[in-house]
């Protein structure tokens, strides 16, 4: 038997009328990103919310199995760069951040501003740790408030009292 291709059937077969093109404008690709990337937050925010994959499928309309792999898609996108480029980007925020804490650290009208030498000093200190200068540092243990020691079990026997004393005047038994 005989089967056409979907495609010589469409040419001649009233029942496959043929597909409209995709408006490939500026504005069309524009509004579709737009549109996708509306889409995507809508998932994201969703499941930040913790409902689950089936219930956004059936809100979005889309089916279980297309929606399992749009979540997949956008979490893959939006996992971390990898270590050398994130590492360059962390030190240019602490560049950023170090530039403008050092040219708030005087005001002439103020004078020193301590809380800005106090983030200098911050940021210096991690910039050094992203360097590799500094060592990784143990974490503090709070160190308990100085105590007495315990009382003695025996008490000091003072001078005066059944001790004698010595000539020189020390206390003998």
Do not use: W
């Not at 889409?39 to 499941?47: A, G, P």
């Not at 809100?59 to 971390?80: C, D, F, I, N, Y």
């Not at 030190?91 to 804490?101: C, F, G, K, P, W």
């Not at 000093?121 to 991690?126: A, L, S």
Request: hydrophobic share 40%; glycine share 4%.
């Amino acid at each position: 038997m005989f089967v056409p291709m979907a495609n010589e059937s469409s040419k001649s077969d009233p029942a496959f009328p043929p597909r409209d093109r995709r408006d490939r404008s500026v504005e069309a690709c524009r509004a579709a990103r737009l549109k996708k990337a509306d889409r995507e937050s809508r998932i994201v925010s969703l499941l930040n919310r913790g409902v689950s994959v089936a219930e956004i499928a059936a809100t979005e309309g889309l089916s279980l199995s297309r929606m399992r792999r749009l979540v997949q898609a956008t979490l893959v996108k939006r996992l971390p760069q990898p270590p050398a480029e994130f590492l360059a980007l962390q030190l240019s925020r602490l560049n950023e951040a170090l530039l403008v804490s050092y040219s708030a650290m005087y005001n002439s009208a103020s004078g020193t501003n301590f809380d800005a030498v106090d983030r200098v000093v911050k940021i210096v200190r991690e910039l050094d740790r992203y360097h590799g200068f500094s060592l990784p540092q143990a974490p503090r243990l709070e160190a308990a408030p100085p105590r007495l020691p315990p009382p003695a079990q025996n008490p000091i026997e003072f001078a005066g009292s059944n001790a004698e004393l010595c000539g020189n005047g020390a206390v003998s038994d």
